[in-house]
């Protein structure tokens, strides 16, 4: 290379580099190889939990690992300039491309070689008692018909067309690229102007589409609240239907029903269901059933028996039959505030050692154990604290383990004393909770449309075959006519040497020549 | 009743297996056999020609893994019926239907292109998965969980089986192709070499374009099966998009057969790099199916085990 390129001279250099197939070709090999480590790690996107286990487990290299963004994977910025550069050389690549593409497209095919024997599909025939220009005539039309674009060259006694088919080819390998550019815009704008929020609500509650009513709330880059329609769902029942027959799989759910009921603003309310693989559509969002649990109805009284507290509680699973963990807060109306933590068992069952769990997820023999905390629930201080979760670090534990008395343990219906005489608490009843996942992602009909402008482009070019024909007729000294046909192949074509015979022979019966 | 079906069904498959067994140890036979029939120069014709009596072996070997094939369709039709939905919705069950459509790809491709001397590998492939899926991962018959109630499993991993089908022979062809060229550069020599088996196949250039022609059906399925599962992940999960650990990896996949089909047409990379390429590519598929379903965890939790 010339050292005393200049500036434009490196620059072009680099850009021929860029855009050149071993460059497209190393840059896809790295792409798989970079999207390796984001399987073997967890990340922050799709396991957040996943990534704290992680820090927890391996203390010494989780923060090597992460100041090499291998926890997001997806987005750091050794992925993205990988498939960046990769975009920019797709790019470069097929504008020129498809420059070319338009001009051959308007072009003439090509003049007929002088040497069609050397070509790799050739067949020749003679016949007499008929003209040149016949023969050729017919070479002709079979292969108009055949939908080749045909141009006559004549060069002394040998008379020949030219022909040429499967432009598509090409056209669809260009379909094929942009339609990944595509897709790579409209995945890129799709985040930025949607949302994704998340809500837990018992039977018989409402849920407003508002920012507030959301749990958790993850706006794109680009999004305007106002854009939130407004609408409310309320979950009227939820059932989960569970194998009970097939003894390899009792307890196993098979099915999932969230029956709502939603109102548009301004319009009719309207009964639908939600189950998991059938989201609701409502109002340009997508409403997905994630999640559903139990949610025990609690009372807490003071000693007078005024309540202070009632409500239903969502109780998270943390197993698959559903043992369920639930928090109850209560900061007024009694002496002291009260903190309950607990385990909900939808079907109790008493291990060795004396603990509870759940053997079946479904409502059976419900059971509700309570520990009680008193002291400062830490709710005063303006930190925003999840309803979930108990800071204890500032209570008194006066029931449970390691506490002055056991855990409080209710079946349905039962009251039992808190301890101190602070009051009661009952368990009325359980309700169930789902959680739903809301979304509006604006741009996924683009992406969904130009997936398959790509699968089109890609079965059309890698099926369609570009080739060449030609056909040229010589009269011989003797007044018999050769005809002699040739194929060429761009790309890859199992099918040239059949094609090039079924011309001859087409010509042949067209000449009258029967076949021997 | 149901009982009944899904024992009909695995002694219908131990039988399949029973029959590959033996159309495997011929088709070796057959082929070891070119070792000693130096006759036919590689690259004469463009066909896998051979005159008929030399390839009994071959030919009863194909008939045995036709059979074999009827009462393996046998086993996954019964044990379909006996859990009332398609019968790919476990480890053992992606087992056996994915065997089944290998098999399948096998005999079709068959009826167009003489493919026989792919016997070994198919019947051993298959053999080997049948083997560790019925030992290893066998579940009795559960219900589908309200996540795969869909008929996105129906098109979506049917097309994904079929695809790996593709490529399977896709990498068989290359791993042909690579030794291939070996023999015919220490033929070029005048060297001895342990390849003489490969003789009376055909040559490196043909292998290569067989296994392009396969893997690029093997490619267009894939990429359908990427579609087929983003919308189904849409509805089921509510992104279509989330980079779980199946989902990296079948990009992955889809990946590195894009390289593939770009190292053809790329200076120095047509011939055995792009082998190379087709079989990391079938690797990569087989690892997806293996390690990934049972050791990764992620949202694809379906394995059954
Ligand atoms: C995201 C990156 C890319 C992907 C996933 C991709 C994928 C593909 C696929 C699947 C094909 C075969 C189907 C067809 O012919 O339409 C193909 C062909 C082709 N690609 Fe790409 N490509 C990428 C980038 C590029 C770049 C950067 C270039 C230019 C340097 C390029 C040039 C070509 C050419 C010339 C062909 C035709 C090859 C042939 O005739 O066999 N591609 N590409």
């Known amino acids: 290379m010339n050292p005393n390129l200049g500036v434009t001279g490196w620059l072009r250099w680099f850009w021929r580099q860029l855009t050149s197939m071993r460059t497209a070709l190393l840059l896809l090999l790295l792409l798989a190889i970079a ?22 487990d391996h203390k010494d290299t989780a923060p090597i690992l992460d100041s090499f963004q291998m926890f997001d994977v997806y987005s750091s910025a050794w992925f993205s300039a990988i498939y960046i550069l990769l975009f920019i050389s797709l790019i470069g690549c097929v504008l020129p491309r498809t420059k070319h593409h338009f001009e051959a497209l308007q072009a003439q095919p090509p003049t007929t070689p002088a040497n069609l024997s050397r070509l790799p599909a050739f067949a020749e025939f003679t016949v007499t008692g008929t003209s040149a220009e016949a023969v050729l005539e017919a070479g002709r039309s079979a292969l108009k018909a055949d939908r080749y674009r045909v141009a006559r060259y004549d060069r002394g006694d040998t008379i020949s067309v030219s022909a040429e088919r499967g432009y598509m080819r090409e056209t669809g390998n260009l379909v094929f690229h942009f339609a990944l550019v595509g897709v790579l815009i409209a995945v890129g704008f799709g985040g930025g102007f949607g949302f994704a929020g998340q809500r837990a609500f018992y039977e018989g509650q409402a849920f407003t589409n508002s920012l507030i009513a959301f749990d958790s709330f993850n706006p794109g880059r680009f999004f305007n609240s106002s854009t939130l329609t407004p609408y409310t769902i309320t979950l009227d029942k939820f059932t989960a239907t569970y194998e009970e027959k097939n003894t390899n799989a009792i307890g196993q759910p098979t099915d999932f029903t969230a029956e709502v009921t939603t109102q548009v603003k301004g319009e009719d309310p309207q009964k639908n269901t939600i189950k998991v693989n059938e989201p609701l559509r409502i109002a340009g969002t997508d409403v997905y059933l994630l999640g559903h649990g139990y949610a025990p109805t609690i009372t807490v009284r003071d000693p007078e028996g005024n309540v202070v507290f009632t409500d239903s509680v969502n109780f998270l699973p943390q197993d698959k039959n559903l043992t369920s963990l639930g928090v109850v807060k209560v900061p007024d109306g009694l002496a002291e505030q009260l903190g309950l933590i607990g385990f909900f068992y939808p079907t109790v069952s008493e291990g060795h050692s004396g603990a509870y769990f759940s053997m079946y997820p479904d409502l059976i023999d ?7 905390y008193t002291g400062d629930l830490g709710l005063d201080e303006g930190i925003p604290r999840s309803v979930y979760a108990l800071d204890t670090a500032d209570m008194t534990k006066l029931a449970g383990r390691k506490a002055p008395q056991k855990s409080l343990e209710f079946s349905v219906g039962e009251t039992v004393e808190l301890p101190n005489g602070l009051g009661t608490v009952t368990f009325d009843g359980v309700k169930r909770f789902v959680s739903l996942d809301i979304h509006r992602d604006p741009t996924q009909g683009w992406v969904l449309f130009f997936s398959l402008a790509a699968l089109a482009g890609l079965l059309i070019s890698l099926f369609i075959p570009r080739r060449r024909m030609w056909v040229s007729v010589t009269e011989n000294s003797d007044g018999s006519v050769t005809a002699q046909c040739a194929g060429l192949a761009r790309g890859d074509d199992p099918t040239l040497l059949g094609a090039v015979d079924a011309l ?3 010509m042949e019966r067209t000449v009258g020549l029967s076949r021997d | 009743m149901t009982d009944a079906l899904s024992q009909y069904s695995v002694l219908a498959l131990y039988s399949a297996m029973a029959l590959y067994a033996i159309a495997f140890v011929l088709f070796t036979l057959d082929l070891a056999r070119g070792a000693s029939d130096d006759g036919a120069p590689v690259g004469e014709s463009k066909d896998v020609t051979l005159a008929a009596p030399k390839r ?16 393996q369709l046998a086993a996954t039709v019964m044990r379909g019926l006996a859990a009332s939905r398609v019968p790919w919705a476990n480890m053992y069950e992606f087992a056996m239907t994915g065997t089944l459509i290998i098999i399948g790809v096998f005999l079709i491709v068959n009826l167009k292109w003489d493919m026989k001397f792919l016997g070994s590998f198919v019947t051993g492939l298959v053999l080997l998965l049948l083997g560790l899926a019925a030992t290893r991962y066998y579940v009795e018959i559960v219900p589908l969980p309200p996540a795969l109630q869909s008929y996105w499993l129906v098109i979506h991993v049917f097309v994904a089986t079929l695809a790996t089908g593709f490529f399977a022979l896709g990498f068989a062809l290359s791993l042909m192709q690579l030794l291939q060229s070996r023999r015919e550069a220490a033929a070029a020599a005048g060297a001895k070499t342990k390849l003489a088996f490969l003789t009376r196949l055909p040559d490196a250039a043909q292998l290569e374009n067989y296994a392009y022609r396969l893997i690029i059906i093997g490619f267009v399925l894939w990429t359908f099966t990427l579609i087929a599962g983003a919308i189904w992940a849409e509805k089921a999960w509510g992104r279509y998009w989330g980079w779980d650990t199946k989902e990296v990896w079948t990009f992955i996949i889809w990946t590195i057969y894009a390289g593939y089909i770009h190292a053809r047409s790329t200076r120095g990379w047509r011939g055995t790099r792009s082998a190379w390429l087709a079989m990391i590519g079938f690797a990569a598929v087989i690892f997806n199916f293996t390690v990934v379903n049972i050791f990764f965890k992620g949202l694809h939790a379906y394995s059954g085990l």
């Open chain 1, 35 to 56: 999207a390796v480590p984001g399987s073997l790690v967890p990340q922050r996107s799709s396991d957040p939990n996943g990534v704290s286990q992680y820090f927890a």
């Open chain 1, 366 to 372: 419900p059971r509700l154990t309570l520990d009680v």
């Open chain 1, 504 to 506: 001859k022979d087409k």
């Open chain 2, 56 to 71: 009994k072996l071959a030919r009863i070997a194909m008939a045995l893994t036709v059979l074999g094939w009827v009462l």
